[in-house]
Structure formats: C-alpha cells, structure tokens
C-alpha cells in the first residue's frame, strides 16, 4: 500500500538550509558524521578475553567506545578520570534531553525526524518533530482510521500495522456497482417468453435478460466482453453496453495524477508554511511544493546566503527567516573569530573525543581516549609486564597496537624449573625432557619403613632402641605381647620385642622386622596371617616360618609379606584374591613365594591386593582387582604380578583397600583404584582403572592409605589427609559422628592436618590416623572408641573421637601439655601437670565479674572426662571442646558462676583443685537455660572452672557448639 508523508519535503528544505548555514559560516560543508562507522547512542556486545560478554556503546564520533571488561585496567583506564568532562554546548555539565543523555546534532523526537540543539550552556531542546500518526507510526498515513473507503464507498479504514492502512467491509454488488440489485442475482435464469434466458450484468448496477441468440446488450453480435466485467488500468472499473452490439471500460477510479491509489490531496489543494500547493510528482502522486526559503522564512531571500554584501560582510538568516548582512566575524562559538574546528566535531588520536567551546574564538578536544602503552586505542585487559602463562612466568608485552602476548612462560615439558608441573625444579646436573627430569637420581626410602604405624584398630610406635609401644584394641592380643591379656590399652604399652627396625601393623594383627631380619607376628590369626601355620588369635610373638634375612615387611588385611635379601618376595595368609602372587588363588599352609619377582625393594600388603616396588623403580601389583585397584585398565583378578600400565619409575608404592598409590620420580602422587569416597584425591569420587593423570599433590616425601581414607607428607613438613572423614580421621575438623562408617564427610581434594607441623612420618589406618613431627613426638586423630589414639583418656569413660592431631602422652618427646590436661602426667617435663600448668588453663586468679570477654569453646585440644554430663535420649553429650580456668575464692562465702553469649551449647562445672581433682558441681547449659553454678567455697579455696561443649557439637556450623562467651563470676553471700 502506498504511503505519503505530508509534510517531508518542507522539513527537508528547512534541515537542509540550517546544515547550509552552518557550512558557510564554519567554511566546510561536510557533515563529521556521514563517514562514521556506527549511529551514536548505538550499543554493541563485545567479547573479553576470558569469554565473558559486555557491551560496548557508541560515541558522538561515530566510533564505539572500547570494551570494558573487568581485568586488571590498562594505562587507558587509568586515564578516564582526568578527561575533559565538558558538553557540545561548551557547559560542564552532561546534556540531557528528556532525562536521556543527548548532543547537540542528534536526532529527536517520536519518530527520530527531530533536530537537538542548545538551548543554553547546560541544556537542549527538540526542533521540528514529528508526532505519531493516528496508528502509532511515524510515516504519514493516507487517510484516517475511520474514514470511508472501498469502490462503493462503504468500507472504513483500519490501523494495520503502525504505519498502513487497509480497507475493512466494502461491499459493491454482483455487478460491481454500488446500487442494490435486490433479489435479482447475477447469472440466475430469467424467463423470456416462453423461453429461458440468462440474467446478465449490463451496467455496474443493474442486470439484463438475456434470451437465446441475444447478447448481454440486447444485439446479436458477440459482445468483446461481458457487462459488468473487472477493466481498467486500475483494474477496478467495469464493462458497460455503449449499444446494442458493444461495450466500453468504465474506470472511474485512475487519481487525477494518472495513478490507481487515492491522493491525499487534489493537485492545487494549499499546503505547506509559505501558501503552498500540492501537485503531481511525476510518479503519480501529490507532493507539497511550498515556498519556504533558506532561512526557514516565506519570502523569496533577495541574496544568496554567504554572498558578499559589503567590505567584510556577507548575507547571513535572521531570525525572521529573511536575509541580513553581517559582518563577517561571527562563529559558532559566539566570537568574531575563525575556528580552527568546528564544535562537536571529532578530536583526540583514537577519534573518539569531540571538541567543544571553551572560549568565543577558540575549541578546545575534550573527552579523548589517550593511547593505550602499546600505542593503540583499544582498552588492554591487563598491564604490560604482568605476569601470565600456565605457571605465571611469562611476562606480558607489546604484539601490537592493540594486542598483549605472554613472552618467557614456562613450559612444562622442557622447562627446568617446571618440570612437568609448575614448581618441580630438576636436581642439579639433570634437565627436563617431556615434563620429566631425565637422569635424576633419586634414591628410594629404605625398607626400614615407618616408626609409627596406624592399624585397624590399633597403632603402635618403634622407639629407640628398638623398642615397640601399641595401644588401642587388644582383643586379639594385637597389643600386648604377654598371652591372656584381651584388655584394650587407651595409652601406649611396651612389648617385650628388642632390636625391632621396622613395624607394620593392619587387619587386627601386628608384625615386626628385627635387626637379624627375622620377621615376628602376634594378633589375629585367621587364614594364617601370622605366618607359622595356626589360625587362632595369639598374643605372643610368632617367628614367621622360613623367613631369616627380610629387608621389608607388610601387615595387610588378611595376609602379610616381606621381601627377602635376595630380592625375593614371599607372602602368607589369605589368599583367596590371589594377593599371595603365587598365580593361583590355591590356601597355602605357611610361606609361599611371589612368582617372577627376583629383585623386589619393597612390599605393601592390602585388604585383598598386594603391590611391590622393584630395585629398578618399577612397580607390579597382583590379588583381587573388582575396582581397578591393580591398575591394569581391567577389573579382572590376576593372581601373579603385571607390571602397573602408564606408570613410570617410582619412590614409592602402597596398597590400600581396593585402591592403589605410587609416588614417581619428580615427586608426584598418583593413584587409581576404587574412589568412593574421594580417597583418590583428584576432586571426584569416579573409579580409576588406569594411572592416567591421577595425580593428588606435588612434592610428597612419604605416603600411607587407610581402608577409604589417604595421607601425605610434603617437603615442607605439612600433613594432608584426603577420603572420608566420617570419624576425624582426615585431621582437618571434619566429622560425622561417633563410631560412625565411611561416608558423609567426603574430601575429594587434599586438606591439611591442623594442630600439627614439621611432619616427617605419617600412617592411615581404617578409621584413623598417625604421625610423628620431626622432633620425634607421635601424633594420632580420627576415632578413638578402643583408645586406638593413645591419648590416655580414662578407660571407664568412652573415648572421644578427636577430629584434629593430639599428642601421645607417656611417649617422649611432649612439647605441650596442651589435649593431655587430665591424666595426672607431667608430660611435657616442666615439672607442672594439668591444670597447674598454663598450657591447659588460665589462671584468673581472685577477680570478680565478667572474667572473660572474649573466649571460644571451638577448641582442638583439653579433652578429658567428667562426670558431669547433659543427658539427652540417654545419650551422653560430654567431653567436647573445653576452655580451662583457674581461679581462688578472695573470702569464705557462697559463689555463682555464669555462662553468658553465644557458646550455650554446653555445660559450665568445677573441680576441686586441678583438673584430677573432686568435681564440685555442674549445670547443663543447653537445655537449662540461665542455669547458674553455685558453690559455697573457703577463703583462698582453689577450683578449676570448666566451659565445655559436647563432642559432636564443638565445630562452627555443626550444632552450636562454637561461640563467644563470657564467665561471670559473683559473690552471692557470706559464709
């Protein structure tokens, strides 16, 4: 349909008489924007670097704007806040227009036709636009919404669309015409005499009769067409009889233009400011030619603009649309100089800043973006010179204008000092070839092993002389070495072994390789774990049968193994896995020796699996394999050794429950096998059936696997645990609850051991954990229901699971009395036990009133028993996270002591003394709320007050446990 816009060509004039003017009086008629490369105000997404989308927008230049993206700025970030904030209209301010951000040369307006210009230094207005049309579009419809329309003029226009029309409900007759034609209806029959004719349209409006051998004229020649019928250029006019025997077109509707559409005028009709009048176009349309002149006014200007009037003067508009002569002194910034730019016209080395008045003679380049430090214009997302690349060695610089590269990175498969992972510096006199440091010597650990060693329900520790100390579950006999004796130790107790230099300790059983390299066995006997061919429990030492000359020895599950001086390995126990390697899953009575191993440097037995290090830092793995734990890519069992697929020279081998770890060359752990509970350490908990890139940490001098947890020890003497932490056994806080079996608590990744460092030994066991410090002092963590810990804690109390390392007592060297305040030992040999020494509790000597403001019960040590408990469902919440006081009564008279604040979660009780001394009283300040400790005390009467927290409940986010508080302390009356 076609579409008139009405009053176009008089703003045309006008728009373009203003851009004349503008032209003359600045000497350059061409417009700054038309070669831009975007509409100003248009917004673009742009990408940064690290993929992240933003949006760009574009300036008054016609050039966008550069990305911002959130990185460390560049010199041209740095740079925004000291440009040139003043506007087009030469104000500081920011322009606006309509609440909306605008210059002066914008488009405006409803339907964007509109011209913005200052209307002072600080504001603008809108200038000649249009409004929106009766649909709500901007082109000028050809008639209204609601006017007649149709052939027959009885139709209505309707809006279709915001800028169109169209034609609703006209309905012209069967002929085409207008008049109503009543019942008759076009080709019915008629009756002509006693024949039947035809009724034929003879005119647009009325029909005819016509008989046999009469055309619809009523002649008898053959009419050319038929009445009525669709004719015309229009092709909306009809056939009409001009006589008997022709018709003629009758086609009303060509416009007085020569066109088919409706005009929106008749040509001669006024239009336009100036007495104008519509007529024909050439195309078969009206346009208004209206007599505006050049300076927006009516009367023909007598002189050209710009046109020479005088010495120095020229014709410039008025501002009654006429022509006046002036001096030619005048610019656009007000002054009677030339300028050597014209205001809004784009500035700056990017072309992206816009110059503006600062004076009436003189422009000034405002709002420039400078250079970036490449010597481009695009904002660089970091600074030259900062570092980049995989290990953050590189350097960025220049690659272009606009362009930073990393240069010098490291690369991890030639690089030194990054030899495969970022950090790995090869030893000296080697170098790094594919990521590994060729001819590094690296000497493995000996054979003589660990010094403390982490059971399944006990531990046990080589001290010097080689003397063994165990502790924990004794029921068969895997502590004490002295027959009958099934009673669990909550500390450590001496064996009667001498000369021992290595000890392994699982499966419920204990073995020990003595100086001579005889091999000793004592616990649980079943399937012949022991080794001298009875399968009961005994606690006596038993010989290993046939073995005299063992460099190495491991305790697993059900079976054990030790390496022999020649390189030999020989095996005993369980072996219906095949982890006894003898290439068949056959019992056998004693010893059996592994097939095809002849030069073995260390064994590791584990629950149904067993794996070996060879001289030639080779590893092979044979037993049970339904978790991938032999690391062949397969689950299928093999009773003889392969070699691991994809591993490479190793330090380091250990066999865990169904799961595997080596530790290679340059240091690095990997692992594979089950994964259940994260205890592959690689951040998922998907089974492992290849080494592939399995690796968990970096720099590990010494590793142990427990039954679904892992350990390790870094360089730098720092512990990490890793795998369920269901019972505190990973050291790091975590915890599910007492006695509990793997699950809930799940650490996919490595996290270090708390309330320990300098760690030279460390040793997993199935629900726990040990280590010893440098300095030679033991260390245990994780569940402790059997004492299995060795922390002392009295056996006629249920031992607290201790989810952060707590030192062993009794066994030398203790640094700190700290976690071993109440066993009447002066452990750490500065001649002060429990509570009299400070490492326990605080001395607040006679104060009264709020003693401490400051406290926290989220404590990892000063665990010990009371008999004052809270009892809730028959279960006993004691013996948590505990802060200590000392304190003495300044007169003889009755006292209240107070727990107020956060850390209710808990009860508030007192010894008489020390910590080993008679308990006064006590209050449960979780379910009693503003319980009060009353006690009636003697002058100078000493007492140990105690702020403690049930056992599951002590860490922040875990019941409540946790807190601040403050101990108010009262005289309530006199004695």
């Known amino acids: 349909m076609a579409k008139i816009i009405v009053s176009l060509p008089a703003r045309i004039v006008y728009f373009f008489s203003i851009l004349m003017v503008l032209g003359v009086l600045s000497g350059c008629a061409d417009d700054p924007v038309q070669d831009a490369r975007c509409v100003p105000g248009q917004s673009s997404s742009c990408a940064c670097p690290g993929g992240e989308l933003n949006v760009q927008v574009c300036q008054e230049s016609g ?12 010199d041209t970030g740095e ?15 920011a322009l606006t227009l309509e609440g909306a951000a605008g210059a002066p040369g914008d488009k405006c307006g409803p339907c964007d036709d509109g011209l913005v210009v200052c209307a002072g230094p600080q504001t603008l207005r809108c200038t000649r636009a249009s409004e929106l049309n009766s649909c709500g579009g901007c082109e000028v419809l050809e008639a209204a919404p609601g006017d007649n329309c149709g052939s027959c003029g009885n139709g209505a226009f309707v809006c279709e669309g915001a800028n169109a029309l169209s034609c609703a409900n006209d309905k012209p007759n069967a002929c085409g015409g207008c008049t109503d034609l009543g019942e ?22 009325n029909l005819v009769c016509v008989g046999p051998g009469t055309n619809a004229c009523g002649g008898a020649v053959q009419l050319t067409a038929l009445p009525g019928v669709a004719c015309g250029a229009c092709g909306e006019g009809s056939y009409r009889c001009a006589g008997a025997d022709e018709v003629v077109c009758d086609d009303q509707l060509v416009n007085a233009c020569g066109g088919c559409a409706p005009l929106l005028a008749a040509p001669g009709q006024p239009c336009g400011d100036c007495a104008g009048s519509f007529q024909c176009d050439g195309t078969e349309r ?81 709002n420039a973006t400078q250079l970036n430090e490449c010597g481009g214009c695009n904002r660089l997302n970091h600074k030259s010179g900062t570092a980049c690349g995989v290990c953050a060695t590189g350097r960025r610089v220049c690659a272009d204008a606009n362009t930073l590269a990393c240069n010098g990175d490291a690369n991890v498969q030639t690089d030194d000092t990054n030899c495969g992972v970022c950090g790995l510096v090869c030893a000296q006199d080697t170098r790094c070839e594919a990521g590994l440091c060729v001819g590094e010597v690296v000497t493995p650990p000996t054979p003589a092993g660990q010094t403390i060693v982490a059971g399944s329900q006990h531990s046990c520790a080589l001290r010097a002389g080689g003397r063994v100390w165990c502790w924990g579950n004794n029921f068969h006999g895997q502590v004490n070495a002295a027959a009958g004796n099934s009673v669990n130790f909550h500390a450590p107790y001496e064996t009667a072994l001498l000369d021992v230099v290595q000890i392994s300790a699982r499966g419920n059983h204990t073995c020990a390789r003595k100086q001579g390299g005889e091999v000793v066995c004592w616990g649980h006997g079943g399937h012949n774990r022991l080794g001298h061919g009875v399968n009961t429990a005994n606690p006596n030492l038993v010989a290993v049968a046939g073995i005299s000359d063992a460099i190495d020895v491991s305790a697993g599950d059900e079976h054990s193994c030790a390496v022999l001086a020649g390189g030999q390995i020989k095996c005993w126990g369980n072996n219906a896995g095949g982890q006894l390697g003898t290439g068949t899953t056959a019992v056998v009575a004693a010893t059996a020796t592994v097939v095809g191993i002849i030069n073995a440097r260390t064994v590791s037995a584990g629950a149904n699996h067993t794996c070996a290090m060879l001289a030639d830092k080779t590893a092979r793995c044979w037993g049970q394999n339904a978790q991938g734990q032999l690391g062949n890519g397969t689950v299928a069992p093999n009773p003889e050794p392969a070699q691991i697929s994809q591993l490479g020279l190793i330090l380091q081998i250990e066999a865990g429950d169904q799961f595997s770890c080596a530790l290679r060359e340059h240091r690095q752990l990997v692992c594979w096998g089950n994964n259940s509970q994260g205890q592959l350490g690689n951040g998922s908990t998907s089974r492992i059936l290849l080494v592939g890139s399995a690796g968990t940490m970096l720099k590990v001098l010494r590793f142990d696997l427990g039954r679904a947890h892992s350990c390790a ?116 040999a500065d001649s002060k036990t429990d509570c009299d020494d400070g490492d326990c509790a605080t001395d607040l000597g006679m104060a009264l009133g709020q003693n401490v403001g400051d406290g926290n019960t989220c404590l990892y040590g000063n665990y010990f028993a009371s008999q004052c408990h809270s009892n809730i469902g028959g279960t006993q919440y ?35 003394g020390g910590c080993t001394g008679v308990e006064l009283a006590c209050v449960d300040t979780t379910y009693n709320s503003n319980q009060v400790l009353s006690l009636p005390l003697t002058s100078g009467q000493r007492i140990t007050i105690v702020v403690d927290t049930p056992p599951y409940y ?20 006199q004695e």
Not at 84 to 93: A, E, F, I, K, Q
Request: some cysteine; charged content about 15%.
């Open 878 to 912: 004691n013996n948590g996270a505990e802060k200590l006081f000392t304190w003495r009564a300044p007169s003889a008279g009755t006292y209240s002591f107070d727990l107020k604040g956060s850390a209710r979660y808990g009860m508030l009780y007192a010894f008489n």
């Open 286 to 366: 009206v346009v208004c030619q209206d007599g505006t002149n050049a300076c927006g006014g009516c009367s023909p200007l007598e002189h050209a603009l710009g046109t020479s009037c005088g010495a120095g003067q020229h014709f410039v508009c008025n501002s009654q649309g006429g022509s006046v002569c002036k001096p030619r002194t005048d610019n656009l910034c007000g002054g009677t100089g030339i300028l050597a730019n014209l205001p809004n016209s784009a500035c700056g080395p990017c072309g992206d800043g816009k110059y503006v008045c600062i004076a009436p003679n003189q422009t000034e380049c405002a």
């Open 79 to 93: 740079q925004d806040a000291n440009l040139d904030g003043r506007n087009g209209c030469g104000g500081v301010g």
């Open 713 to 828: 020890v870094q360089d730098d003497g720092a512990a990490f645990c890793w795998g369920s932490g269901a019972n505190g056994q990973l050291g790091d806080g975590s915890y599910q609850g007492w006695n509990s079996t793997d699950g809930g608590v799940i650490r996919t990744t490595p996290t270090q051991v708390q309330n320990i460092s300098s760690v030279s030994e460390i040793s997993a066991g199935a629900y726990h954990s040990c280590a010893k410090r440098s300095s030679g002092q033991l260390f245990c963590w994780g569940q402790n229901f059997d004492g299995r810990l060795g922390d002392n804690q009295r056996q006629s109390e249920s031992p607290v699971d201790r989810r952060y390392a707590v030192a062993i007592p009794t066994l030398s060297p203790v640094t700190s009395e700290a976690g071993l305040c109440s066993d009447g030992i002066d452990n750490d």
């Open 63 to 74: 050039r966008f704007a550069p990305c911002q993206c959130p990185s460390e700025l560049s």
């Open 184 to 205: 008759d209806e076009r080709l019915f029959t008629c009756q002509v005499g006693s024949a039947t004719g035809v009724l034929h349209c003879q005119t647009r409006n």
């Open 954 to 973: 002590d860490v922040a986010g875990s019941g409540g446990g946790c807190g601040l508080f403050q101990l108010n302390i009262e005289k309530t009356a």
